[in-house]
Protein backbone atom coordinates (compact mmCIF):
# COMPACT_ATOMS: atom_id res chain seq x y z
CA UNK A 1 0.00 0.00 0.00
CA UNK A 2 1.58 3.36 -0.81
CA UNK A 3 1.89 5.42 1.81
CA UNK A 4 0.97 9.07 1.86
CA UNK A 5 3.24 11.77 1.87
CA UNK A 6 2.26 15.14 3.25
CA UNK A 7 2.79 18.32 0.82
CA UNK A 8 6.60 20.08 1.51
CA UNK A 9 5.42 23.79 3.17
CA UNK A 10 8.38 26.02 1.86
CA UNK A 11 8.06 28.62 4.92
CA UNK A 12 8.85 32.04 3.57
CA UNK A 13 10.72 35.23 5.46
CA UNK A 14 8.32 37.25 7.39
CA UNK A 15 9.79 40.36 5.83
CA UNK A 16 9.77 38.84 2.58
CA UNK A 17 7.25 39.62 -0.07
CA UNK A 18 6.25 38.10 -3.92
CA UNK A 19 6.72 40.21 -6.73
CA UNK A 20 6.90 38.77 -10.67
CA UNK A 21 10.38 37.74 -10.40
CA UNK A 22 10.43 36.02 -6.99
CA UNK A 23 10.48 36.51 -3.07
CA UNK A 24 12.76 40.07 -2.35
CA UNK A 25 15.90 39.90 -0.03
CA UNK A 26 14.82 40.58 3.50
CA UNK A 27 15.34 44.07 4.42
CA UNK A 28 17.67 45.81 6.75
CA UNK A 29 18.14 49.60 8.00
CA UNK A 30 18.06 51.89 10.66
CA UNK A 31 15.06 53.85 12.19
CA UNK A 32 14.93 57.21 12.52
CA UNK A 33 14.56 57.28 16.46
CA UNK A 34 17.88 54.94 16.26
CA UNK A 35 19.78 57.34 14.02
CA UNK A 36 18.95 60.46 16.66
CA UNK A 37 19.72 58.25 19.50
CA UNK A 38 23.04 57.61 17.87
CA UNK A 39 23.51 61.44 17.12
CA UNK A 40 22.51 62.54 20.46
CA UNK A 41 24.98 59.99 22.31
CA UNK A 42 27.50 60.96 20.15
CA UNK A 43 26.83 65.28 20.49
CA UNK A 44 26.72 64.41 24.12
CA UNK A 45 30.17 62.45 24.16
CA UNK A 46 31.54 65.37 22.08
CA UNK A 47 30.41 68.07 24.71
CA UNK A 48 31.88 65.94 27.97
CA UNK A 49 35.46 65.67 25.99
CA UNK A 50 35.81 68.96 24.34
CA UNK A 51 36.54 71.04 27.22
CA UNK A 52 39.43 68.86 27.80
CA UNK A 53 40.48 68.58 24.80
CA UNK A 54 41.01 72.62 24.48
CA UNK A 55 42.54 72.21 27.48
CA UNK A 56 44.97 69.79 26.61
CA UNK A 57 45.33 72.19 23.56
CA UNK A 58 45.64 75.59 26.07
CA UNK A 59 48.47 73.66 28.03
CA UNK A 60 50.62 72.61 25.30
CA UNK A 61 50.44 76.32 23.32
CA UNK A 62 51.67 77.57 27.12
CA UNK A 63 54.15 75.75 27.61
CA UNK A 64 55.56 76.74 24.23
CA UNK A 65 55.25 80.20 25.02
CA UNK A 66 56.96 79.60 27.97
CA UNK A 67 59.73 77.63 26.29
CA UNK A 68 60.54 80.69 23.97
CA UNK A 69 60.41 83.23 26.69
CA UNK A 70 63.59 81.13 28.05
CA UNK A 71 65.18 80.61 24.55
CA UNK A 72 64.48 84.85 24.22
CA UNK A 73 65.94 85.11 28.30
CA UNK A 74 69.38 83.01 26.95
CA UNK A 75 70.05 84.93 24.25
CA UNK A 76 69.60 88.50 26.61
CA UNK A 77 72.17 86.98 28.78
CA UNK A 78 74.20 85.86 26.12
CA UNK A 79 73.98 89.65 24.38
CA UNK A 80 74.56 91.04 28.11
CA UNK A 81 77.85 89.32 28.22
CA UNK A 82 79.12 90.60 25.40
CA UNK A 83 78.10 94.32 25.75
CA UNK A 84 79.31 95.33 29.41
CA UNK A 85 76.30 93.61 30.96
CA UNK A 86 73.58 95.68 29.31
CA UNK A 87 70.73 93.29 28.94
CA UNK A 88 69.71 95.09 25.91
CA UNK A 89 69.76 98.18 23.48
CA UNK A 90 66.29 99.53 24.13
CA UNK A 91 62.95 98.62 23.31
CA UNK A 92 61.61 97.96 19.66
CA UNK A 93 60.31 101.30 19.23
CA UNK A 94 61.13 103.15 16.23
CA UNK A 95 60.20 107.02 17.45
CA UNK A 96 61.20 106.30 20.68
CA UNK A 97 64.67 104.07 20.54
CA UNK A 98 65.86 104.76 17.35
CA UNK A 99 65.66 102.08 14.00
CA UNK A 100 64.19 98.48 14.77
CA UNK A 101 66.70 96.79 12.72
CA UNK A 102 69.56 98.34 14.79
CA UNK A 103 68.55 99.18 18.21
CA UNK A 104 66.14 97.59 20.72
CA UNK A 105 66.10 93.98 22.44
CA UNK A 106 64.70 92.69 19.24
CA UNK A 107 67.52 93.93 16.71
CA UNK A 108 70.13 92.38 19.78
CA UNK A 109 68.71 89.01 19.42
CA UNK A 110 68.14 88.60 15.63
CA UNK A 111 71.80 89.66 15.13
CA UNK A 112 72.90 87.30 17.22
CA UNK A 113 71.19 84.77 15.54
CA UNK A 114 68.03 84.17 17.35
CA UNK A 115 64.85 84.88 14.97
CA UNK A 116 62.92 86.75 17.48
CA UNK A 117 59.86 86.79 15.04
CA UNK A 118 59.63 83.22 14.85
CA UNK A 119 59.74 83.25 18.74
CA UNK A 120 55.95 84.07 19.64
CA UNK A 121 53.42 83.32 22.01
CA UNK A 122 51.18 80.91 20.16
CA UNK A 123 48.38 82.02 22.53
CA UNK A 124 48.31 85.49 21.44
CA UNK A 125 45.79 86.63 18.71
CA UNK A 126 48.27 89.55 17.78
CA UNK A 127 51.01 88.39 16.07
CA UNK A 128 52.70 91.72 15.45
CA UNK A 129 53.96 94.48 17.55
CA UNK A 130 53.00 97.74 17.52
CA UNK A 131 56.20 99.64 15.96
CA UNK A 132 54.55 98.39 13.07
CA UNK A 133 52.30 101.17 12.70
CA UNK A 134 55.01 103.84 12.78
CA UNK A 135 56.95 101.26 9.65
CA UNK A 136 53.88 101.91 7.68
CA UNK A 137 52.31 104.99 8.59
CA UNK A 138 54.86 107.71 10.28
CA UNK A 139 55.76 110.12 8.47
CA UNK A 140 59.23 110.64 8.89
CA UNK A 141 60.28 113.25 6.36
CA UNK A 142 61.67 115.34 9.88
CA UNK A 143 64.32 112.52 10.26
CA UNK A 144 65.88 112.91 7.01
CA UNK A 145 68.56 115.27 8.13
CA UNK A 146 69.73 113.21 10.62
CA UNK A 147 73.05 111.56 10.62
CA UNK A 148 73.90 108.26 12.33
CA UNK A 149 77.12 108.94 12.74
CA UNK A 150 76.57 112.35 14.46
CA UNK A 151 74.59 112.14 17.41
CA UNK A 152 74.50 115.88 17.72
CA UNK A 153 71.66 115.45 14.65
CA UNK A 154 69.58 112.83 16.17
CA UNK A 155 65.98 114.07 16.99
CA UNK A 156 65.30 114.12 20.65
CA UNK A 157 68.79 112.35 20.89
CA UNK A 158 67.35 109.06 19.13
CA UNK A 159 68.85 107.80 16.55
CA UNK A 160 66.36 106.80 13.96
CA UNK A 161 68.50 105.69 10.78
CA UNK A 162 70.48 103.11 12.27
CA UNK A 163 73.60 101.75 11.19
CA UNK A 164 75.31 103.88 8.79
CA UNK A 165 75.87 102.38 4.69
CA UNK A 166 77.89 99.34 4.45
CA UNK A 167 80.11 99.15 1.33
CA UNK A 168 80.06 95.65 0.16
CA UNK A 169 83.21 94.02 -1.85
CA UNK A 170 80.94 93.98 -4.98
CA UNK A 171 80.29 97.50 -5.26
CA UNK A 172 76.89 97.65 -3.51
CA UNK A 173 75.58 99.00 -0.46
CA UNK A 174 73.87 97.33 2.35
CA UNK A 175 71.49 99.89 4.45
CA UNK A 176 69.72 99.71 6.81
CA UNK A 177 65.90 99.50 6.15
CA UNK A 178 64.65 101.93 8.61
CA UNK A 179 67.17 104.01 6.97
CA UNK A 180 65.95 103.52 3.68
CA UNK A 181 62.69 104.66 4.28
CA UNK A 182 63.50 107.54 5.91
CA UNK A 183 65.76 108.34 2.61
CA UNK A 184 63.45 106.91 -0.40
CA UNK A 185 60.08 106.53 1.43
CA UNK A 186 59.26 108.76 4.05
CA UNK A 187 55.51 109.09 3.56
CA UNK A 188 53.07 106.24 3.28
CA UNK A 189 53.51 104.23 0.12
CA UNK A 190 52.60 100.61 -1.10
CA UNK A 191 56.83 100.56 -2.07
CA UNK A 192 57.18 101.14 1.96
CA UNK A 193 54.22 98.30 2.73
CA UNK A 194 56.92 95.71 0.14
CA UNK A 195 60.24 97.44 2.02
CA UNK A 196 58.85 96.79 5.47
CA UNK A 197 57.74 92.91 4.61
CA UNK A 198 60.43 91.99 3.27
CA UNK A 199 63.33 93.82 5.26
CA UNK A 200 61.82 93.52 8.23
CA UNK A 201 58.85 91.82 8.87
CA UNK A 202 60.33 88.25 6.80
CA UNK A 203 63.66 88.97 8.69
CA UNK A 204 62.05 88.53 12.06
CA UNK A 205 62.32 91.43 13.56
CA UNK A 206 59.23 91.26 15.58
CA UNK A 207 57.39 90.15 18.27
CA UNK A 208 54.12 89.37 20.65
CA UNK A 209 55.63 89.68 23.77
CA UNK A 210 56.10 93.02 25.36
CA UNK A 211 58.79 94.21 27.10
CA UNK A 212 58.70 95.21 30.87
CA UNK A 213 59.81 98.90 31.53
CA UNK A 214 62.45 97.89 33.60
CA UNK A 215 64.35 96.46 30.78
CA UNK A 216 64.44 99.19 28.05
CA UNK A 217 63.81 101.98 30.85
CA UNK A 218 65.35 100.92 34.36
CA UNK A 219 64.59 103.91 36.76
CA UNK A 220 63.69 108.20 36.34
CA UNK A 221 65.59 111.17 35.59
CA UNK A 222 64.19 113.63 38.35
CA UNK A 223 65.18 117.29 38.06
CA UNK A 224 66.21 119.35 41.58
CA UNK A 225 61.99 119.76 41.74
CA UNK A 226 61.19 116.34 41.05
CA UNK A 227 59.96 116.31 37.73
CA UNK A 228 61.46 114.48 34.88
CA UNK A 229 64.03 115.47 33.15
CA UNK A 230 63.73 115.80 29.49
CA UNK A 231 66.24 115.54 26.04
CA UNK A 232 65.71 119.10 24.92
CA UNK A 233 63.49 121.49 23.35
CA UNK A 234 60.16 119.89 21.70
CA UNK A 235 61.38 116.67 23.44
CA UNK A 236 58.74 114.47 25.68
CA UNK A 237 59.51 114.43 29.09
CA UNK A 238 57.69 110.94 30.36
CA UNK A 239 59.13 107.54 32.24
CA UNK A 240 58.37 106.56 28.10
CA UNK A 241 60.99 108.37 26.59
CA UNK A 242 64.68 107.65 26.91
CA UNK A 243 66.00 110.85 27.68
CA UNK A 244 64.05 110.82 31.17
CA UNK A 245 65.18 107.72 32.42
CA UNK A 246 68.46 105.52 32.50
CA UNK A 247 67.58 103.61 29.43
CA UNK A 248 67.86 99.53 29.17
CA UNK A 249 69.03 97.69 32.26
CA UNK A 250 72.27 96.52 33.28
CA UNK A 251 73.56 93.77 35.33
CA UNK A 252 75.41 95.89 37.35
CA UNK A 253 72.44 98.28 38.09
CA UNK A 254 70.12 95.18 38.89
CA UNK A 255 72.59 93.81 41.24
CA UNK A 256 72.77 97.37 43.22
CA UNK A 257 69.56 97.59 43.28
CA UNK A 258 68.71 95.25 46.05
CA UNK A 259 66.23 93.60 44.95
CA UNK A 260 65.80 89.70 44.36
CA UNK A 261 66.21 89.15 40.39
CA UNK A 262 63.40 86.65 40.40
CA UNK A 263 60.68 89.56 41.43
CA UNK A 264 61.83 91.93 38.21
CA UNK A 265 59.61 91.28 35.26
CA UNK A 266 61.65 91.56 31.37
CA UNK A 267 58.63 90.25 29.14
CA UNK A 268 55.50 88.77 29.09
CA UNK A 269 52.34 87.48 27.34
CA UNK A 270 51.36 91.32 25.44
CA UNK A 271 47.83 92.34 25.85
CA UNK A 272 46.59 93.46 22.36
CA UNK A 273 46.21 97.04 22.85
CA UNK A 274 45.95 98.88 18.99
CA UNK A 275 45.30 97.94 15.62
CA UNK A 276 47.05 98.15 12.53
CA UNK A 277 46.38 100.86 10.43
CA UNK A 278 47.85 100.00 6.72
CA UNK A 279 47.49 96.62 5.56
CA UNK A 280 51.00 95.08 4.55
CA UNK A 281 52.23 91.33 3.47
CA UNK A 282 49.44 88.44 4.85
CA UNK A 283 48.41 91.02 7.23
CA UNK A 284 44.88 93.51 6.78
CA UNK A 285 43.61 96.53 8.20
CA UNK A 286 42.80 96.10 11.87
CA UNK A 287 44.87 93.17 13.11
CA UNK A 288 45.72 93.23 16.75
CA UNK A 289 49.28 94.75 18.25
CA UNK A 290 50.92 94.26 21.55
CA UNK A 291 52.73 97.02 23.32
CA UNK A 292 56.56 97.60 22.49
CA UNK A 293 56.56 98.04 26.37
CA UNK A 294 54.87 98.55 29.71
CA UNK A 295 53.82 102.14 30.97
CA UNK A 296 55.88 102.43 33.61
CA UNK A 297 55.25 104.33 37.04
CA UNK A 298 51.64 105.52 36.98
CA UNK A 299 49.90 106.89 40.10
CA UNK A 300 47.18 105.40 42.03
CA UNK A 301 44.25 104.79 40.56
CA UNK A 302 44.75 107.69 38.20
CA UNK A 303 47.08 105.70 36.17
CA UNK A 304 48.68 109.38 35.17
CA UNK A 305 52.51 110.31 34.53
CA UNK A 306 53.43 111.91 37.99
CA UNK A 307 53.76 116.11 37.52
CA UNK A 308 55.16 117.71 40.65
CA UNK A 309 53.43 120.70 41.74
CA UNK A 310 56.03 123.92 41.56
CA UNK A 311 57.30 124.66 44.92
CA UNK A 312 57.05 120.96 46.12
CA UNK A 313 59.90 120.03 48.69
CA UNK A 314 61.39 117.25 48.57
CA UNK A 315 61.54 115.83 52.46
CA UNK A 316 58.26 114.89 54.22
CA UNK A 317 54.90 113.36 53.91
CA UNK A 318 53.74 115.42 50.85
CA UNK A 319 56.99 115.61 49.67
CA UNK A 320 57.77 114.78 46.24
CA UNK A 321 60.11 111.69 47.35
CA UNK A 322 57.17 110.10 48.63
CA UNK A 323 55.14 111.24 45.85
CA UNK A 324 56.61 109.19 43.97
CA UNK A 325 57.09 106.09 46.06
CA UNK A 326 53.73 105.80 46.02
CA UNK A 327 53.45 105.11 42.27
CA UNK A 328 53.29 102.13 41.15
CA UNK A 329 53.96 100.49 37.82
CA UNK A 330 51.43 99.66 34.88
CA UNK A 331 51.86 96.29 34.01
CA UNK A 332 48.35 96.23 31.84
CA UNK A 333 50.07 95.69 29.23
CA UNK A 334 50.81 92.29 30.05
CA UNK A 335 47.85 90.08 29.30
CA UNK A 336 46.44 86.99 31.35
CA UNK A 337 46.22 84.64 27.71
CA UNK A 338 46.85 81.07 29.05
CA UNK A 339 43.36 80.53 30.37
CA UNK A 340 43.96 83.15 32.94
CA UNK A 341 47.44 82.96 33.42
CA UNK A 342 50.00 85.27 31.49
CA UNK A 343 53.83 83.61 31.30
CA UNK A 344 56.29 86.42 32.47
CA UNK A 345 59.93 86.37 31.60
CA UNK A 346 61.59 87.44 34.89
CA UNK A 347 65.38 88.59 35.24
CA UNK A 348 67.24 85.57 37.25
CA UNK A 349 65.94 83.42 33.49
CA UNK A 350 62.67 81.91 34.84
CA UNK A 351 59.36 81.85 33.88
CA UNK A 352 56.73 82.57 36.28
CA UNK A 353 52.91 82.21 35.55
CA UNK A 354 50.71 84.57 37.29
CA UNK A 355 47.17 83.75 37.47
CA UNK A 356 44.39 86.57 36.74
CA UNK A 357 42.14 85.47 40.04
CA UNK A 358 39.02 87.36 39.23
CA UNK A 359 38.31 87.15 35.61
CA UNK A 360 38.81 90.81 34.71
CA UNK A 361 41.50 90.00 31.81
CA UNK A 362 44.24 91.96 33.79
CA UNK A 363 46.70 91.62 36.05
CA UNK A 364 46.59 93.67 38.96
CA UNK A 365 50.09 94.72 41.10
CA UNK A 366 48.36 96.57 43.93
CA UNK A 367 46.06 99.28 42.33
CA UNK A 368 43.19 100.45 44.34
CA UNK A 369 40.27 99.41 41.71
CA UNK A 370 38.75 102.42 39.59
CA UNK A 371 37.29 103.04 36.45
CA UNK A 372 40.45 104.84 35.20
CA UNK A 373 42.38 101.87 35.21
CA UNK A 374 39.57 99.43 34.38
CA UNK A 375 40.18 97.08 37.31
CA UNK A 376 37.46 94.74 39.02
CA UNK A 377 38.55 94.80 42.05
CA UNK A 378 41.27 95.76 44.51
CA UNK A 379 42.47 92.03 44.78
CA UNK A 380 46.39 92.01 44.49
CA UNK A 381 47.34 89.09 41.49
CA UNK A 382 51.04 90.56 41.10
CA UNK A 383 52.31 90.24 44.83
CA UNK A 384 54.20 93.00 45.59
CA UNK A 385 56.67 90.87 47.85
CA UNK A 386 56.91 88.88 44.55
CA UNK A 387 56.83 91.69 41.58
CA UNK A 388 58.43 94.38 41.75
CA UNK A 389 56.61 97.42 40.92
CA UNK A 390 58.06 100.65 42.42
CA UNK A 391 59.66 103.62 40.25
CA UNK A 392 63.03 102.23 40.72
CA UNK A 393 65.45 99.34 41.69
CA UNK A 394 66.31 101.01 44.64
CA UNK A 395 64.78 99.80 47.97
CA UNK A 396 62.83 102.65 49.97
Known amino acids: ?15 SSPTAD ?14 LTVIVIISLLVAMLLPALNAARESSRQSACGSNLRQIGMAIQVHAQANRGDLCSGAMDWQRDGSVTSLGWVADLVASGTPTGKLLCPSNPATLTQAYNDLLNLDVTSWQPEDPAVPTTWTCGVNHKGKAAENLPDGTQKRDPCEEI ?5 TPSTNR ?35 LVASGGGCEASPLARGSTYGPLNVNMLAAGEVASSFVPLLGDGRNADQL ?15 AFTRGPVTNPAMAFLTVPSGTAREGAAGWWAMWNATRQ ?11 VANILMADGSVQSFKDGNGD ?16 DSSEELPRTEFWSRHELRQP
Request: charged share 20%; net charge neutral; glycine share 10%.
Open 193 to 227: DTLVAERIYQEHYNTNYTASWFLVRTGVKLDATGN
Open 361 to 376: QQLNNGFTADTANGYS
Open 182 to 186: IATEP
Open 277 to 291: ERPFGKFSTGAPLVP
Open 330 to 340: DYRGFAPLHRG
Open 22 to 35: GPTQPRSGVTLVEM
Open 1 to 15: MQSLRMPRVVERDRL
